[in-house]
């Protein structure tokens, strides 16, 4: 009995670690974003957003239609999440999170948009109590209070001289913001609750929620901008949407996607927050971009964050298996769940 529980222990442990491994890479892959986005400023935002949507579909349909096609196999006959169900969550979760990002980013800042995006892991973590049962650890909400706090103090002191000038925030923006964090609340919270229950492979999730959040992207691109500047783009500019859709987005989302099997959607919503202290390093290391006062602070702020957020996960009941491949999951938190 007492070998059965720490080798029980032992593999919630491993499991827990290669949840944060994925999360943390992928997390890392979206932070990279920040040495080539300065040179895709030219491109029109929702072409970026098509182009991201587009391309991670390819390479699942690709890839899975190639290893293993039963992946791709749904229908009328799924077990819990028809295609209905999956057109919808493919608007809920791609279309916000990468149409609702760019729109916010023709009338608001970077800086802006983050601090606004950045309130998903709170959002997460207290949804998930009701929606999961997940109850996070008092250390794991202090974390999320932390991250915010950090996201908060990177983007409003621009260094020696405080606090930057603050304007009005217009509503359009703001607007496409939110979509864009409830987005990836949406995705923390069924990604993680679809890994827990079983209802669909993650890669099926995954692989349908870009294709039909493709038809919705495509559809306000039509309404909103029209196709007209496809073709003007370079050859080095397609260099990098290839990369912001294969890396970033396929890499980068598919790895925090099956992060979540093994992790709770608190602890990975909070990790996720990684981007953006990779973000400013790769900035000042590859760009040459001096940190300012503020990212530095938030950086280490975030820093801590992760580390009483994930020391909480630990403490209260590290790692969590995936429902749909062994017999019990833990959460986050401890708690058992049945496959």
């Not at 802006?112 to 892991?121: L, M, N, Q, R």
């Amino acid at each position: 009995m007492r070998k059965a529980l720490e080798s029980r222990k032992a593999l919630e442990l491993r499991n827990w670690i290669k949840g944060t491994l994925l999360v943390l890479f992928g997390a890392f892959l979206w932070g990279t974003l920040v040495v080539v986005t300065k040179g895709a400023s030219h491109l029109d935002p929702l072409t970026v957003a098509v182009m991201r949507c587009a391309m991670a579909a390819l390479g699942c349909f690709a890839w899975f239609g190639f290893r293993n096609p039963r992946l791709l196999r749904v229908g009328p006959g799924s077990r819990a999440m028809p295609l209905f169900c999956l057109f919808l969550y493919g608007g809920a979760t791609c279309a916000f999170m990468y149409a609702g990002f760019t729109i916010a980013l023709r009338t608001l800042s970077v800086a802006a948009c983050e601090v606004i995006f950045y309130t998903f892991p709170l959002f997460t973590t207290f949804l998930g109590i009701f929606v999961l049962r997940e109850r996070p650890s008092a250390a794991q909400v202090f974390a999320c209070v932390l991250i915010v706090s950090g996201v908060f103090l990177m983007t409003s002191l621009s260094g020696p001289g405080g606090s930057a000038p603050r304007a009005a925030l217009p509503l359009a923006g703001v607007a496409g913001a939110a979509l864009s964090m409830l987005g990836m609340t949406i995705q923390s919270l069924v990604g993680r609750g679809n890994a827990k229950k079983g209802w669909l492979p993650v890669e099926t999730l995954f692989s349908y929620a870009h294709l039909f959040g493709l038809f919705w992207i495509v559809l306000c691109k039509s309404v909103f901008s029209g196709w007209g500047d496809l073709p003007r783009i370079s050859a080095a500019s397609w260099l990098l949407l290839a990369y912001m859709g294969f890396i970033t987005t396929l890499l980068g989302y598919g790895a925090y996607n099956l992060g979540l099997r093994y992790v709770s959607a608190a602890t990975a919503s909070m990790l996720a927050s990684f981007e953006m202290v990779t973000a400013v390093v790769l900035d000042a290391a590859v760009l040459k971009t001096v940190p300012t006062r503020g990212e530095i602070v938030g950086c280490l702020v975030i820093l801590a964050a992760l580390a009483l957020g994930t020391r909480g996960a630990g403490s209260s009941g590290a790692g969590s298996g995936n429902a749909a491949s062994s017999g019990a999951a833990s959460d986050g938190a401890g708690q058992k769940t049945p496959a």
